[in-house]
């Protein structure tokens, strides 16, 4: 952990929508007191929180985009099909819609865009036009429902692929929900604006829709005469079979890392 390998001057400042995640980072770093800061936030709001503390540059942004292992394991969250649970997805529940009004409200293009865009879906279509002609015998509103709609509108070798058949889908509606791609870009852009010369962001995505968006945002931000990064990472770091191993959802992740110029290079 960095900060047991760290001097006790270096300070960590963690921000999550999910009050659950605060709580339980809290207990679990309790004992670097003052050293550490955590706040509930967006990441998009990066600049703000740090100049709420006084600080103007740091050594050092992590980026772990997408949803947690605790938001997926629990039920109640909404995130999963593997239970059933009301259909949520919210990371922040204190704010917003819920997936079930998203997939209750909106209209059937608007759907089908949303689960295509967002979920690389090809059956999109034919699963917005499902979930539109099922809400009008009665509105879906668990995990299990959605999934079950999801699962009648695909052709029968589609329900037994590799992956659940459900998977795209869901994935689409939590980014809708949250908000997920809009973000990206402009935190990464003001993650660069805030590191020191040597600084580092390395930045975590689980699907190609995120890890496309680092490496555009990444490569922009090193190109030109007044570069401010240059790539470490010419290809996405994966994973190890031994970390894969011990934890499963491993798999997907992707990690991109880029360094601050020196305050020379970018005159």
Do not use: W
């Not at 999801?150 to 509606?173: D, E, K, M, W």
């Not at 240059?230 to 190890?240: F, R, V």
């Amino acid at each position: 952990m960095l900060l047991d390998r760290s001097d006790r001057a270096t300070r960590l400042v963690g921000l999550d929508r999910d009050s659950q995640a605060i709580a339980f980072s809290k207990e679990r770093l309790a004992r670097f007191a003052e050293r550490v800061v955590l706040r509930k936030g967006n990441y998009r709001d990066l600049k703000r929180h740090l100049a709420d503390m006084g600080i103007v540059k740091v050594e050092g942004v992590l980026f772990d985009f997408g949803v947690s292992s605790p938001q997926l394991d629990d039920p109640a969250r909404g995130f999963s099909f593997q239970q059933d649970g009301p259909l949520d997805m919210r990371m922040d529940q204190t704010t917003g819609p819920t997936a079930t009004v998203l997939v209750n409200s909106v209209r059937e293009d608007e759907l089908a865009d949303i689960i295509f865009q967002y979920g690389e879906e090809r059956y999109s279509r034919r699963i917005a036009r499902a979930i539109v002609r099922e809400r009008q015998r009665r509105p879906i509103e668990t995990t299990g429902a959605l999934a079950s709609v999801i699962a009648g509108a695909v052709p029968s070798v589609y329900r037994h692929g590799r992956i659940h058949c459900a998977t795209r889908t869901f994935q689409a509606l939590r980014i809708a929900v949250n908000s997920e791609l809009e973000c990206l870009e402009p935190a990464l852009r003001d993650a660069a604006d805030i590191l020191a010369p040597g600084g580092r962001i390395c930045a975590i995505s689980f699907h190609s829709l995120e890890d496309r968006i680092v490496k555009h945002t990444f490569r922009s931000l090193a190109q030109g005469a007044e570069a401010r990064l240059s790539l470490l990472t010419k290809k996405p770091i994966l994973s190890s079979e031994q970390e894969c191993e011990v934890n499963p959802r491993a798999r997907s992740a992707k990690l991109r890392v880029a360094e601050r110029a020196s305050e020379e290079m970018t005159l």
